[in-house]
């Protein structure tokens, strides 16, 4: 009889390896923080040894600004293109951005906070995550601007706190407990809050 050759397991690449590690270093951040970002704690998410985690990044600095990058992936990756109006653009963005929160949350934490930014400098990566929030509140301005020129929009809204309002609805989404009625968040519930949204701009 022959002998059964046994299967090896095929080693993953490291682009794989690399955004297991990134994704593993954002749960880590955002749920635990930034005390508990050790290579061994990342070891153990991704089932390395410590020691290999390097073999894929230079150092827990390089990792964190691939978790920059990741972010930026998340929300500005693919975006949906402009619709017929000015707010039937900034309603394909609002739930594009909700999906892309809801299903990613940490991403959220890590624009709202200083967690990637070591306490009292600023650096690259606080520069970079700024620019993400304004240039994800650049849109939504954009789009009010556009629609209240169109007169869309109900007379005397400040554009400020209306984009405020967008915002805020948009992260809010990515706080959603896991184990609420709303942990399963579906394509009816963003319309129905983007309804109200639009109800609020519009007086419609």
């Known amino acids: 009889m ?4 046994k299967s090896i397991p095929s080693k993953k690449s490291t682009d794989v390896r690399q955004r297991e590690i990134i994704d ?12 508990q970002f050790t290579a061994e704690r990342l070891g153990k998410e991704v089932g390395l040894a410590s020691g290999s985690i390097f073999r894929h990044f230079r150092s827990l600095e390089e990792i964190l600004d691939g978790v920059v990058d990741r972010v930026e992936e998340i929300i500005f990756t693919d975006p949906p293109s402009r619709g017929n109006s000015p707010l039937e653009t900034l309603r394909l963005f609002f739930e594009f951005r909700v999906l892309a929160i809801h299903e990613h949350p940490e991403v959220s934490r890590l624009l709202l906070t200083s967690i990637l930014i070591p306490k009292g400098k600023r650096s690259a990566r606080d520069r970079r995550l700024r620019e993400f929030r304004l240039r994800s509140r650049r849109i939504i301005m954009d789009c009010l601007k556009e629609a209240k020129k169109e ?7 400040h554009l400020e706190a209306a984009t405020m309002l967008v915002l805020g609805a948009i992260y809010a989404i990515g706080h959603v407990p896991a184990g609420s009625n709303q942990g399963n968040i579906d394509s009816g519930l963003i319309r129905h809050i983007w ?5 609020s701009l519009t007086n419609g």
Do not use: F, N, V
């Open 2 to 5: 022959g002998r059964i050759k």
């Open 195 to 199: 309804h109200l949204l639009e109800r």
């Open 151 to 157: 007169g869309a929009l109900s007379k005397g809204i």
């Open 24 to 35: 593993a270093a954002m749960k880590i951040l955002t749920s635990d923080g930034a005390r």
